[in-house]
């Protein structure tokens, strides 16, 4: 069964600075897609970036970029030049497989707080 | 980004009672999801939705439990009755395709109370 665990319940840095959020997962599938989201304070549930599994470059979106480690089963967001605005709960999101099941396993969430 | 609205923001009722779930998708998208969120756990799936049938479920999507899309209006969640284990949070979510090849954009949830 498939599984996404994100260990960090809270994280506080101050602004301009970078800060990793961890996520590891656990699949049988070969092929799976990885996904990172942001709740707002207002409940809004924003999609900020992904990372397929049989590509070996890590996907990057602006000041977001992840490091995947696949030996590790492991898929770090890192948030470089960090904005008070970059304050909310991310989420990290796996899918299963190219066809089949059609559906997110998600992480608990990281509380991410930016400091002035 | 593309948005998709959820209708009410929260919502109130009596254990037993009939409660219904609207959702506004992105206009042109296709497939549709409900997520459940109880408080401090993970968002967990529930159903998708396709060209007017459920085509997967998950074992918390109770037989209480239904959904529809009547000629493209809203995207709906019924609940008949609800139990007290139902009060969480509901997520919405919409793509254009299947979610391994397409973005899922979510709404902001529906608070779900029941006393």
């Known amino acids: 069964a498939q599984k996404v665990t994100q260990t960090q319940t809270s994280i506080s840095v101050m602004e301009k600075t970078t800060v990793t959020m961890d996520c590891v997962y656990e699949?049988?599938?070969?092929?799976?897609?990885l996904f990172w989201y942001k709740q707002t304070a207002s409940g809004e549930i924003v999609f900020l970036i992904r990372?397929?599994?049989?590509?070996?470059e890590n996907a990057t979106v602006g000041h977001y970029s992840l490091n995947f480690q696949k030996p590790k089963s492991s898929i770090g967001l890192i948030i470089t030049a960090t904005q008070i605005e970059d304050s909310a709960v991310y989420f990290c999101a796996m899918r299963e497989g190219a066809g089949g099941a059609d559906r997110l396993t998600f992480g608990k969430g990281t509380q991410l707080i930016i400091q002035p | 980004g593309p948005k998709v609205l959820q209708i009410p923001s929260h919502q109130i009722i009596d254990m037993g009672q009939m409660v219904t779930l609207n959702c506004d998708p992105v206009?042109?998208?296709?497939?549709f999801y409900w997520y459940k969120q109880i408080l401090g756990q993970q968002m967990e799936f529930l159903v998708n939705?396709?060209?007017?049938?459920?085509?997967?479920k998950s074992k918390l999507f109770k037989d209480q439990f239904s959904v529809e899309r009547p000629d493209g209006s809203y995207f709906t969640l019924k609940i008949q009755p609800t139990a007290l284990e139902d009060s969480a949070v509901y997520f919405c979510a919409s793509s254009l395709g299947w979610s391994s090849q397409n973005t899922l954009y979510f709404g902001a949830g529906t608070r779900l109370s029941v006393l």
């Open positions: 990372q397929d599994s049989y590509k070996k």
């Open positions: 939705f396709y060209n007017g049938k459920v085509m997967e």
């Open positions: 699949t049988q599938d070969s092929s799976y897609f």
């Open positions: 206009s042109n998208h296709l497939y």
